[in-house]
């Protein structure tokens, strides 16, 4: 499916974009969350909730690019993509039913798991009224 391939783009170039793998609300690669990226096991509530917090991800993704590209140094560049990222934790902290580690864990784990991965996508489109 296109979308999944999409959606899986979006989620690695937020990363790219804003120079970071993940969200970074907290601490990154502590030995626990690199434990919880590789377990799976993710109820379905949990990932109706990450499909819904990478729609607004996605959308924030949207609102930044612009500027991004148009950074005339790469200390704006860096603004940008803080500013982007902060507005971006906020957005996953107030889905309900998720928090970033978890997303972050979700998306990691996603990315290994084609299943994983296309039941998001479904959520996604349900989410987005595809």
């Known amino acids: ?5 999409t959606t899986l783009a979006a989620i ?13 609300g907290t601490s990154v690669s502590t030995p626990a ?6 377990a799976p096991n993710v109820d379905e509530e949990t990932l109706r909730s990450f499909a819904v ?3 607004e991800i996605q959308e924030i993704s949207q609102t930044y690019r612009p500027q991004m590209e148009a950074a005339e140094s790469q200390e ?7 500013a982007a990222n ?6 996953v902290e107030a889905v309900p039913g998720i928090d970033v580690g978890s997303y972050n864990a979700i998306a990691e784990a996603a990315q290994a798991d ?3 991965m ?6 996604i489109a349900e989410a987005s009224g595809q």
Not at 1 to 5: C, D, S, V
Not at 12 to 24: C, R
Not at 76 to 82: D, G, L, V
Request: charged content about 10%; aromatic content about 6%; proline content about 2%.
């Open 114 to 116: 084609p299943e994983m």
């Open 86 to 91: 902060d507005e971006m934790v906020a957005a």
């Open 53 to 55: 917090a990478t729609l």
């Open 118 to 123: 296309q039941q998001i996508n479904t959520f």
């Open 76 to 82: 704006q560049q860096q603004e940008i993509a803080q």
């Open 1 to 5: 499916m296109n979308f999944a391939r």
């Open 12 to 24: 690695t170039a937020l990363g790219m974009a804003f120079g970071a793998a993940s969200l970074t």
């Open 33 to 38: 969350a690199a434990q919880t990226a590789q």
